[in-house]
């Protein structure tokens, strides 16, 4: 067979091929194998996009029929993509990728109007970017906004894989093609219920704290990554008690006196100074910490994603002028029950 027969046998053979995968595969049969590919389960893969497992199992058979080739291979319990299931990956992420950009080529024609915006933040911050988002919406109403909240680990594989416009994170890596922006602090603090021992001293050490059962989020948390440094700089060793999946669930357990707990001072911003959780009088404490605002420069950003960021970067003052004011509750809190301790003591 001739090199141009050749050549034109293979070029019927992917035209024929991509005949076959312009009728069968859908977008959202694409959106569901990435989404099976980064999270490594059917289950997860299910619940992020509101389907039924069976109805995610059998769009992966179909997309697996059309090509031919199994697109999933099991490996410790984790479903990740074969070889070719790779390939599958990187063409569905840049297909979704060319639409986003479609979309914000369309809202830039259409000014801020209309549009879509995508954010992710890290656990903590949903104790203000929902407000900071509801508060947007009113000034842009047909803008339509989604928000993923998981924890740090999580939102770097999305920001690896380009699923949201922005993000709001508490700690940053140094890459190329990022940009971190600092906007607002985040002062981390050592938490523990209200009838404590230790809410009746002064000055604590790390080395005392180091001696109460610790509360501690879960592997890939920010908090947790912070809460263990700051012991290891001492050559401490924690007594790890529990780990838990959330903040809300360390504060219930920390109420329930199972012990103490390093938190965002953010996570008390609900309750206030006179909830069930106290801020212990820890040296060096709180933490000094900042939020950032991240996004990739492989994609331009679009005028709605822009305007957002601005705005985001406005409320910085007001998100610290909230937080000093909550420590200034607790400080006054606990200076009057100083008082009557010294008092008692007299």
């Given amino acids: 067979m001739s090199k141009k027969m ?61 090509i031919g080739l199994p697109l999933l291979e099991q490996v410790d319990r984790r479903h990740r993509p074969s070889e070719i299931g790779e390939e599958l990956c990187r063409a569905t992420r840049a297909i979704f990728g060319i639409l986003n950009d479609l979309e914000n080529s369309i809202a830039a024609y259409k000014g801020l109007k209309r549009g879509r915006l995508r954010l992710g933040v890290v656990t903590t911050a ?4 929902p407000e900071i988002l509801g508060e947007f919406c009113k000034e842009y109403p047909e803008i339509d906004v989604s928000l ?18 922005l993000y709001i994170m508490g700690r940053t890596q140094e890459e190329p093609g990022l940009v971190s922006i600092p906007f607002a602090p985040n002062p981390m603090v050592v938490v523990a219920g209200k009838d404590h021992p230790l809410t009746k001293e002064q000055d604590i050490s790390l080395e005392r704290l180091a001696q109460e059962p610790l509360l501690l989020r879960e592997p890939g948390s920010g908090i947790r990554d912070i809460t263990m440094r700051k012991f290891r700089e001492l050559n401490l060793k924690p007594k790890v008690r529990m780990e838990l999946g959330s903040n809300e669930a360390i504060k219930h357990a920390v ?44 994609r331009e950003l679009s005028i709605i994603t822009q305007t957002f960021l601005e705005y985001v970067k406005g409320k910085g003052v007001e998100i610290e002028a909230k937080m000093n004011k909550l420590l200034g509750d607790f400080d006054l809190i606990h200076q009057e029950r100083w008082r009557s301790l010294s008092r008692e003591k007299k």
């Fill in 255 to 298: 109420v329930g006196g199972l012990g103490i707990s390093m938190l965002s001072l953010h996570t008390l911003s609900l309750e206030g100074a006179t909830g069930p959780v106290d801020i212990l009088d820890v040296q060096d404490f709180p933490l000094q910490r900042q939020w950032y605002l991240v996004y990739s420069t492989e």
């Fill in 148 to 165: 993923k909240v998981t924890n740090r680990e999580r939102v770097h594989e999305r920001l690896k894989h380009g699923e949201d416009d």
């Fill in 126 to 129: 949903k104790y203000f970017a």
């Fill in 6 to 66: 050749e050549e034109e046998r293979n070029l019927g053979v992917t035209g024929e091929l991509q005949d076959q995968l312009l009728r069968h595969l859908t977008l959202r049969q694409l959106q569901i194998f990435e989404a099976i590919a980064r999270l490594g389960s059917y289950t997860r893969a299910a619940e992020e996009l509101f389907l039924t497992q069976p109805t995610v199992s059998m769009q992966i058979k179909k997309i697996s029929d059309t």
